[in-house]
Every structure is written in C-alpha cells, then in structure tokens.
C-alpha cells in the first residue's frame, strides 16, 4: 500500500496559477505511475495527467495541455502539478492518485483537495 495526502488548494482568479502537492508514502513506489485526476460537483472523475515515478515520462489530458506541468521530487517523495492559466472550468476537487501495476490501473487514492477558479 502507498498512502497520498494532496495539499496546496484554494481559490484563484481565472488566469492565475496555483502549484499542488501530493506526500507519497508507504511501501515502494519508484516503479509506480503517478497520476492527478479531477472531479467537479455533478461529473464523472477526469484524468488530468500521469507521470511514471522512474523515467518522468509525462501524459496530459488535451483540456490542460500547455498550462499544466506533472513533476515528482524524488528527495521530497512529492508529486506536484503545477497549474497555469487557470480557467473556471478548472474548478474541481482533485485527486493524487498511484497506479502499481504500470498499465495506468490507478489503485491508489489521496482524499482530495479542492481547487476553485473564479471569472
């Protein structure tokens, strides 16, 4: 098992920036997928971006392409998104999340921390 804890949520105007962290910790995870996805009121969870622990291969959903940046700090045993011009539609709980078995079969789940961007 891994135990994730985002933190770094809160509120920001359309086109501001807000960084997210998720502490990863527990059993080994270096051979891990490492993922963010997102959930707003009424909709069915998103995924938003993946990155693999090891190589830092990253994968982006088209929606956030270009404005959000995955990163893990391996000292720091954090995975982190960097948000950029956020827009309303970028309001959401969202949700580290690790995936053992390196085919995106994501297992594990934080318990969320909720990001809202105002017009």
């Known amino acids: 098992q891994v135990q994730l804890v985002e933190s770094g949520g809160g509120l920001v105007q359309a086109g501001g920036s807000l960084r997210l962290s998720c502490a990863v910790s527990g059993y080994t995870f270096s051979s891990y997928i490492m993922g963010w996805f997102r959930q707003a009121p009424g909709k069915g969870r998103e995924f938003v971006a993946g990155i693999s622990w090891r190589s830092a291969n990253t994968n982006y959903a088209d929606s956030v392409k270009g404005r959000f940046i995955i990163s893990r700090d391996i000292a720091k045993s954090t995975l982190d998104l960097q948000m950029n011009s956020l827009k309303p539609e970028d309001t959401a709980v969202y949700y580290c999340?690790?995936?053992?078995?390196?085919?995106?079969?994501?297992?594990?789940w934080g318990q969320g921390t909720q990001v809202t961007v105002s017009s």
């Open positions: 999340a690790a995936d053992p078995t390196g085919a995106t079969r994501y297992h594990y």
